[in-house]
């Protein structure tokens, strides 16, 4: 089994809180200063096939303020069915990590890239090699959906000195003493979990995506951002009342899924931003 390549001790939280914003969470300030609601689509690298990157560039021009990108992983803990097919239909298309970056660092994007995937892929290749391929790629940060906040500080160090902002989330279900550790060792934004369960569309916005919101804004001047069950333009205008944006990921795979055209998929980025605007 690999090991980790960086011992990292763990920084007071004044430390961590003082920590300067870098690309990305600088990018997102700026947006919400000019009275701009944030909007972060979630794709799959690797989906669709060849075009997946076209897809990047699409999104961007219509009207995404960041772009998550997950970088496929064959026991998906926090995603649902839809993103779930589009990362099996990846897999099966012979997409890796290693591909999927060396891809990635050939897309001239105009705004902040992020990748979401599992602590198995980061651990395995190593703290470092991780951190500066993400760098390469030009990847400004990282998502670790299943690496908890009482260890994280391994990982998180290492992507600090590589220029890697570490975004970490938060749950409707997290203590109030516990959240503001969260926002202290999160870079970039905080994401928000709108509902307790994984990934997917749902017909209502869950009551917990605005009290979620609500919380984190309480406590921290970090872009807030609500993800996980936010699937029409109504329910991104509504949670981004409290929220400075949201992160929508199965909605718009579906609408991928569903037609076969990323042409669908900008179309219906365009109306979450028309919707997010129509809230600002």
Known sequence: MAT??????????????????GRLESHLRAQRAAGRKILVPYITAGYPTDTWPLLVEGLATAGADAIEIGIPFSDPVMDGPTIQESSSLALGHGITPVSALARLGKVNSPIPLVAMTYYNICFRMGHRRFANALTTAGISGAILPDLPLE?????????????????????????????PRIVARARGFVYGIGLVGITGERKDLAASASEMARRLKAITDKPVLIGIGVSTP?????????????????????KILDTGSIEAGVDFLGRLRAGLDGAA
Do not use: F, K, N, Y
Not at 151 to 179: H, Y
Not at 234 to 254: T, Y
């Open 4 to 21: 980790s390549d960086v011992t990292t001790p763990t920084p007071s939280t004044d430390a961590v809180a003082s920590a300067r914003p």
């Open 151 to 179: 260890e994280v500080e391994p990982w998180a160090g290492a992507a600090d000195e590589g220029g890697i902002e570490t975004i970490m989330l938060a749950a409707p279900t997290a203590p109030d003493e516990r959240l």
């Open 234 to 254: 109504e329910q991104a205008a509504e949670v981004a009342e409290v929220a400075d944006g949201v992160i929508v990921g199965s909605a718009l795979i579906r």
